[in-house]
């Protein structure tokens, strides 16, 4: 009798042990990131909790069980009272520990951030923060700290040359510092490709002046095929001491960025950057300039036209001219080109 009950001991305690290991097995083996995972990316800000994560986690349905994913968070010691920040991709089945040894090692997914053509600072920063954990103010507290951008060579009117659109890879867990630092690595990279220091030496103007120079030829010429021409225009006007009266200047100078004919109070708005009134470059650049227009003004055609009008007809294209009598000619072209138009649409 005694020897049943000593086997009946052992058999319930070789259950339970067995029930114990399996269910530990389950607990960090068993997939608990779901099959049909809907959305695979999760965003870890800076100073999350645990708390933070796993409740992220839980309500972007991106684990089953959270007591489970406690338990073995414990058990591989990934609970931190701040947790690693991040943005990671989850694979679906995955179990609790493959989910958490890829939390703890910190295997970010990338982001492609891309920076275009805005106007302002503003339009940068409000870009780049679609893409990182630096919002908006942060970037443009930043690059108004005129102490810290000194310290790269930068002003507030010059600074917007820093940024040459174009793609870029980055964690999105990067901080305005990060950004402004890897843009500081990007902009010298450019500069030092292509011959294009040499290139800005020869034309008589450093990178910041090629830069403005090139955001207003973006601005001012929609068709790539008449960048250089038009680059080599306002090289021309900078030579003889001639104002440029470039039309983009006097929309930045007002903000007036929507509008579409320059009118008398644009040109008369005194502003530094209102080449209508100021002789030579602004200050610095009317906005972002595009590669295509930065090696336009490198690569500038060698010409002796000092003047351009709209072609008629042909939108997005221009006549040029050496002399203001032919300029006042191809304009009156054009104006009783645009007379005919309006009389056409009023029939």
């Known amino acids: 009798?005694?020897?049943?009950?000593?086997?009946?001991?052992?058999v319930i305690g070789l259950m339970?042990?067995?029930?114990?290991?399996?269910?530990?097995?389950?607990?960090?083996?068993s997939p608990n990131v779901p099959k049909n995972i809907e959305n695979s990316i999760v965003l870890i800000p800076t100073n999350s909790s645990f708390y933070d994560v796993t409740k992220t986690l839980y309500k972007n349905n991106q684990i089953i069980d959270t007591v489970s994913f406690r338990e073995v968070s414990e058990m591989?010691?990934?609970?931190?009272?701040i947790m690693r920040k991040g943005r990671y991709k989850?694979?679906?089945?995955?179990?609790?520990?493959?989910?958490?040894?890829?939390?703890?090692?910190?295997?970010?997914?990338?982001?492609?951030?891309?920076?275009?053509?805005?106007?302002?600072?503003?339009?940068?920063?409000?870009?780049?923060?679609?893409?990182?954990?630096?919002?908006?103010?942060d970037l443009i507290t930043l690059f108004l700290n005129e102490n810290y951008i000194?310290?790269?060579?930068?002003?507030?009117?010059?600074?917007?040359?820093?940024?040459?659109?174009?793609?870029?890879?980055?964690?999105?867990?990067?901080?305005?510092?990060?950004?402004?630092e890897r843009m500081v690595k990007e902009h010298n990279r450019f500069w030092n490709s292509n011959d294009?220091?040499?290139?800005?030496?020869?034309?008589?103007?450093?990178?910041?002046?090629?830069?403005?120079?090139?955001?207003?030829?973006?601005?001012?010429?929609s068709n790539n095929d008449e960048k250089k021409r038009v680059a080599g225009l306002y090289l021309n006007r900078?030579?003889?001491?001639m104002k440029l009266d470039a039309d983009p200047t006097a929309k930045f100078a007002t903000r007036d960025f929507k509008a579409t004919r320059i009118l008398y109070k644009h040109t008369r708005f005194d502003s530094p950057y209102n080449t209508y009134l100021h002789r030579g470059l602004p200050p610095g650049p009317i906005s972002m300039a595009s590669i295509r227009s930065i090696d336009a003004v490198l690569d500038s055609e060698k010409h002796n036209f000092y003047y351009m009008c709209v072609k008629p007809d042909t939108?997005?294209?221009?006549?040029?001219?050496?002399?203001?009598?032919?300029?006042?000619?191809?304009?009156?072209?054009?104006?009783?080109?645009?007379?005919?138009?309006?009389?056409?649409?009023?029939?």
């Open 1 to 10: 009798m005694r020897k049943k009950i000593l086997w009946g001991i052992l």
């Open 16 to 29: 339970s042990s067995s029930l114990f290991v399996y269910n530990k097995y389950t607990t960090i083996l």
């Open 76 to 81: 591989m010691n990934y609970k931190k009272s």
């Open 90 to 137: 989850i694979t679906p089945s995955w179990s609790n520990r493959s989910l958490i040894s890829h939390l703890r090692a910190g295997k970010q997914e990338p982001v492609n951030l891309v920076l275009n053509h805005g106007w302002l600072l503003e339009d940068v920063a409000a870009k780049a923060s679609q893409f990182i954990e630096a919002d908006s103010t």
């Open 150 to 180: 000194r310290e790269f060579g930068y002003t507030h009117e010059t600074l917007m040359s820093l940024f040459i659109p174009n793609t870029y890879e980055f964690y999105w867990s990067a901080d305005e510092k990060v950004f402004f």
């Open 196 to 221: 294009r220091l040499s290139k800005a030496e020869k034309i008589g103007l450093t990178p910041p002046e090629v830069y403005t120079l090139a955001s207003i030829v973006e601005r001012e010429i």
């Open 238 to 241: 900078i030579r003889i001491g």
């Open 315 to 347: 939108p997005g294209y221009h006549v040029f001219a050496e002399t203001l009598s032919e300029h006042n000619r191809n304009a009156r072209r054009y104006h009783n080109w645009l007379d005919r138009i309006e009389k056409k649409t009023k029939q």
